[in-house]
């Protein structure tokens, strides 16, 4: 089996929980810290040496297209870097969604402009170029979508032969994606065994998985998580520097979440910023929610109150990854249901030309609820990533249906159409 970390940055894995140090080279499990395990399993944070550290006091490097003008803040090196122009996507403002919310300052993270036309890119380029640069020649992963569209492309970049477990139902337009990449697609009856045999296959084999694959879960392969540090990076770029009061992120492990806040951690450790922002996650089941009402450590696995639409995120138990950047950045969860999800979808494509995913747009429900809340005053800057592209989950189906027009081609009925659903059509310009 091969050693999980040669990266010469990195110095140790830390608990995000107890602290615990580990190897840099300790094999991962998906199971997490075997310190605190028992207790309230957690996620390893990456421990960079003091050389990699002493890099970052300098200036972010000048935008290059890729994840290279963030180099020395990542574990991986400049020549080891599978890329596919990943990254630098745009910060828009959303003045007018933004006045219907009664949120003053709202801008959105557009991820949907990444290579795969989701935030995954972010991982899978860090991941894949690990991968790649201990040897390995197989890459694999449990997705719903996105995470597997991804990573079949970052391995085709790389020479590498790719594994994507799915399960039945799960959204048509990624499933073939995945696919017109070449990664061999399994789809599972029971999505529940996804994991035993990604599992089974570390133990045989040595697979590098980046995905979950045991429960509770801890998250995702923590390399692979420093790559969504480069959001908060941008971010502040894009903002001269400052630092909004909110960050939200549709939340499903909390990997993104964990990674943003990281990043701006690192930022603000380095003296880059002189303040935190705080980080709200959109739930759709809520056991980070109740975890943080009880005040403990452990997640719970909750009831499903509905079947959620939204399927890249509607997980029963979250992590302790997650709840640990919420905690410490003062931050909160918003459960979030389809309902607010369709209607945030229709309203940032009307108001603001964005199609969201429709998870990719859950960071905005959100950010409505916890103004609505009073939690976010209205004149907070905010900033909402909006994870996905709405064609990933097209074949979703909205409650309420788009009409269909048509015409036979005359001018007479033509007209009469417009003069009924697009009377601008006939008014005269403004000169």
């Known amino acids: ?10 110095a140790a894995l830390s608990c995000l929980r107890c602290g615990t140090r580990q190897r840099p080279d300790y094999p991962i499990d998906a199971k997490g810290c075997p310190a605190c395990g028992d207790v309230a399993p957690s ?16 200036p972010l490097r000048p935008p290059s297209g890729s994840f290279l003008r963030h180099i020395d803040y990542l574990p991986i090196e400049t020549e080891d870097l599978v890329s596919l122009g990943e990254g630098d996507t745009p910060l828009m403002a959303a003045e007018k969604l933004g006045r219907a ?12 402009r990444n290579p795969t036309w989701s935030h995954k890119d972010r991982f899978s380029a860090i991941a894949v170029s690990h991968a790649r640069r201990q040897g390995h020649r197989f890459i694999a992963t449990a997705s719903s979508g996105n995470a597997g569209a ?4 970052y391995a085709a970049k790389a020479g590498l032969a ?6 039945k139902g799960a959204a048509g337009p990624m499933v073939e994606q995945i696919r017109r990449y070449g990664a061999l697609v399994v789809e599972l009856e029971d999505k529940t065994q996804r994991w035993p045999l990604l599992a089974e296959g570390v133990r045989r084999f040595g697979w590098f998985v980046t995905s979950p694959f045991a429960a509770p879960v801890v998250g995702s392969n923590p390399i692979g ?18 630092v909004p009061d909110w960050v939200v992120v549709p939340m499903a492990y909390g990997d993104v979440l964990c990674g943003i806040w990281r990043g701006f951690r690192d930022l603000f450790d380095a003296g880059h910023i002189a303040r935190l922002p705080r980080m709200a996650a959109a739930e759709i089941h809520g ?9 403990v450590d452990a997640i719970p696995a909750v009831q499903p109150r509905w079947q959620s639409q939204a399927l890249s995120i509607g997980t029963l138990q979250g992590s302790f990854q997650s709840l640990s950047a919420i905690r410490n950045s003062g931050g909160t969860t918003a459960v979030v249901e389809d309902k607010a999800l369709w ?11 964005m199609f969201g995913e429709l998870a990719g747009v859950a960071g905005l429900a959100a950010a409505a609820q916890l103004r609505q809340r009073g939690l976010i005053d209205s004149g907070q800057s905010v900033v909402c990533v909006m994870t996905a592209s709405g064609l990933k989950d097209i074949d979703q189906k909205p409650p309420t249906t788009y009409p269909v027009h048509g015409s036979p081609g005359d001018w007479a009925s033509f007209e009469q159409m417009l003069v009924e659903f697009c009377p601008q059509a006939l008014a005269p310009r403004d000169d």
């Open 343 to 353: 209607t945030m979808q229709s309203n940032l494509a009307r108001m603001e030309g």
């Open 150 to 153: 991804s990573l079949a492309a």
């Open 43 to 58: 996620n390893f944070e990456l421990v960079y040496t003091d050389t990699a550290l002493q890099a970052r006091k300098a």
């Open 101 to 112: 919310l009664n949120i003053g300052n709202l801008r959105i993270k557009d991820e949907s």
């Open 287 to 295: 056991s980070i929610q109740q975890s943080l009402s009880a005040g």
């Open 1 to 10: 089996m091969h050693a999980y970390s040669t990266e010469p940055r990195i």
């Open 162 to 167: 790719c594994l994507v477990v799915t399960f």
């Open 225 to 242: 998580i420093e790559g969504y540090k480069t959001i908060a990076y941008e971010i502040t770029a894009q903002s001269d520097g400052g």
